[in-house]
C-alpha cells in the first residue's frame, strides 16, 4: 500500500451560499468522511460566528454570519472552528482554525478539496494549533418546486427532478440539495402525494436563466402529465412559506390560493398546471430532506 496523502482528508465540495446583502452565510461541505464530520459539526458548533449546523447524507451546512471572530480553542472541548467569514465581490474567504488532528482539517483538508480556488495554510499536524484560509465562490440560492410530472401508468417527480438538476450541475449551478415533501392525500394524487424541492447554489443573472431554461426544457420533455407545476423562489430564506406549506400538507388548498400566494411570496411560476399547489408547499424544505417526507 502506498498513500501518496495519509493524513489528508479532501471534501468533494465547498460551497459558499450567501443571501443579497452580504450578511450571511451557508457554507456547505460534500463530507467524504462522515466521522471527521461528525467530531467537526460538535466542535464548531463553540464558534460564534456559526448559529446553526445540520447534516444530512453526506452534507453538513454551517449557517453563518459574515465577519471574523476570534476562537478560544480548548483540546477536547472546543478545539476547531470557523474563525472568519468574508465576502468581496465574487469570492467568499473562510478561515478555519484548530488544535492537533482539528488543525489537519482546518488546512490540508479543506486546501485541497474540490471547489478551492486558492488557500493560505500554516503548518498542521502532531500536537500544533493551525489555521487556514480558503477562497470559493460566492454562489446565490435558486430554489426550485416540482410536482405533478407523473401520471397513474408512469412517471416519479422526485427521480425525474433529481436526474434533471444533476444533468444540469456546473461550477457556475451547483446542485446542493434535494427534498421529497409528503403533501395531503388529495383525490388528484396519483398515489404517494410527495412533491420535490431543488437546491442549486448560482454564480449570477445569467447562471440562474440559464438554469432555470435547462430544467423547464427537460420537464417539457419528459413529464407525462399535462399538469406540472414549476415554481421559482430567488432568496436566500424561504421561510415566509412555512404557514403556507404547512396548509398544504394538512388540507386541500384551491390553485387560485396557491397563485395567490405565490403572487405574495415572489414565488415565480413557470409552469402553471395544478401542480403549483404542491411545488409551492415544498420550496421551504430545502435542506430538510429527513424532515419533510414526514405527514404532519
Same mark, same amino acid.
Given at each position: 500500500? !502506498? +498513500?501518496?496523502?495519509?493524513?489528508?482528508v479532501?471534501?468533494?465540495?465547498i460551497y459558499?451560499?450567501?443571501?443579497?446583502t452580504?450578511?450571511?452565510v451557508?457554507?456547505i461541505?460534500r463530507?467524504?468522511?462522515?466521522?471527521?464530520?461528525?467530531w467537526t459539526?460538535h466542535?464548531y458548533a463553540s464558534?460564534?460566528?456559526?448559529?446553526?449546523?445540520?447534516?444530512?447524507?453526506?452534507?453538513?451546512?454551517?449557517?453563518?454570519?459574515?465577519?471574523t !471572530?476570534?476562537?478560544?480553542?480548548e483540546a477536547?472541548?472546543a478545539?476547531a472552528?470557523?474563525?472568519?467569514? !468574508?465576502v468581496?465581490?465574487?469570492?467568499?474567504e473562510?478561515?478555519y482554525?484548530?488544535l492537533?488532528?482539528?488543525?489537519?482539517?482546518?488546512?490540508?483538508?479543506?486546501?485541497?478539496?474540490?471547489?478551492?480556488?486558492?488557500?493560505?495554510i500554516?503548518?498542521s499536524?502532531?500536537?500544533?494549533?493551525?489555521?487556514?484560509?480558503?477562497?470559493?465562490?460566492?454562489?446565490?440560492?435558486?430554489l426550485i418546486g416540482?410536482?405533478?410530472?407523473?401520471?397513474?401508468?408512469?412517471?416519479?417527480?422526485?427521480? +425525474?427532478?433529481h436526474?434533471i438538476?444533476?444533468?444540469?450541475d456546473?461550477p457556475d449551478?451547483?446542485?446542493?440539495?434535494?427534498?421529497?415533501?409528503?403533501?395531503?392525500?388529495a383525490?388528484?394524487?396519483?398515489?404517494?402525494?410527495?412533491?420535490?424541492v +431543488?437546491?442549486f447554489?448560482?454564480?449570477?443573472?445569467?447562471?440562474?436563466?440559464v438554469l432555470?431554461?435547462?430544467?423547464y426544457?427537460?420537464?417539457?420533455?419528459?413529464?407525462?402529465?399535462?399538469?406540472?407545476?414549476?415554481?421559482?423562489?430567488?432568496?436566500?430564506d424561504a421561510?415566509?412559506?412555512?404557514?403556507?406549506?404547512?396548509?398544504?400538507?394538512?388540507?386541500?388548498?384551491?390553485?387560485?390560493?396557491?397563485?395567490?400566494t405565490?403572487?405574495?411570496?415572489n414565488?415565480?411560476?413557470m409552469?402553471?398546471?395544478?401542480?403549483?399547489?404542491?411545488?409551492?408547499?415544498?420550496?421551504p424544505w430545502?435542506a430538510?430532506?429527513?424532515?419533510?417526507?414526514k405527514i404532519?
Amino acid at each position: 500500500m !502506498k +498513500l501518496d496523502e495519509p493524513y489528508t482528508v479532501t471534501y468533494d465540495g465547498i460551497y459558499a451560499v450567501c443571501d443579497r446583502t452580504n450578511r450571511y452565510v451557508d457554507i456547505i461541505e460534500r463530507s467524504t468522511c462522515y466521522g471527521g464530520s461528525a467530531w467537526t459539526m460538535h466542535h464548531y458548533a463553540s464558534s460564534p460566528l456559526i448559529s446553526d449546523i445540520r447534516s444530512a447524507g453526506n452534507m453538513i451546512r454551517y449557517c453563518c454570519a459574515v465577519g471574523t !471572530k476570534e476562537l478560544e480553542l480548548e483540546a477536547s472541548v472546543a478545539a476547531a472552528g470557523i474563525e472568519s467569514v !468574508k465576502v468581496a465581490a465574487d469570492e467568499v474567504e473562510i478561515t478555519y482554525a484548530g488544535l492537533e488532528g482539528g488543525g489537519v482539517g482546518a488546512t490540508v483538508c479543506r486546501a485541497q478539496s474540490q471547489g478551492v480556488l486558492g488557500y493560505n495554510i500554516s503548518e498542521s499536524g502532531g500536537g500544533r494549533a493551525a489555521k487556514g484560509t480558503i477562497t470559493v465562490p460566492r454562489l446565490e440560492r435558486l430554489l426550485i418546486g416540482i410536482d405533478d410530472t407523473d401520471n397513474k401508468e408512469q412517471g416519479a417527480t422526485w427521480s +425525474l427532478a433529481h436526474n434533471i438538476a444533476a444533468n444540469l450541475d456546473h461550477p457556475d449551478t451547483r446542485y446542493i440539495s434535494h427534498a421529497l415533501v409528503q403533501l395531503f392525500p388529495a383525490p388528484a394524487k396519483t398515489q404517494n402525494c410527495v412533491s420535490t424541492v +431543488l437546491e442549486f447554489g448560482c454564480a449570477d443573472r445569467s447562471s440562474k436563466q440559464v438554469l432555470l431554461e435547462g430544467i423547464y426544457s427537460a420537464l417539457e420533455k419528459y413529464s407525462v402529465s399535462n399538469e406540472t407545476g414549476m415554481v421559482v423562489l430567488d432568496d436566500f430564506d424561504a421561510s415566509q412559506l412555512k404557514d403556507y406549506s404547512h396548509e398544504c400538507r394538512t388540507k386541500i388548498l384551491t390553485k387560485q390560493y396557491a397563485l395567490e400566494t405565490a403572487r405574495s411570496n415572489n414565488v415565480e411560476i413557470m409552469m402553471s398546471g395544478n401542480g403549483i399547489i404542491g411545488a409551492i408547499a415544498a420550496l421551504p424544505w430545502y435542506a430538510r430532506p429527513n424532515e419533510s417526507v414526514k405527514i404532519e
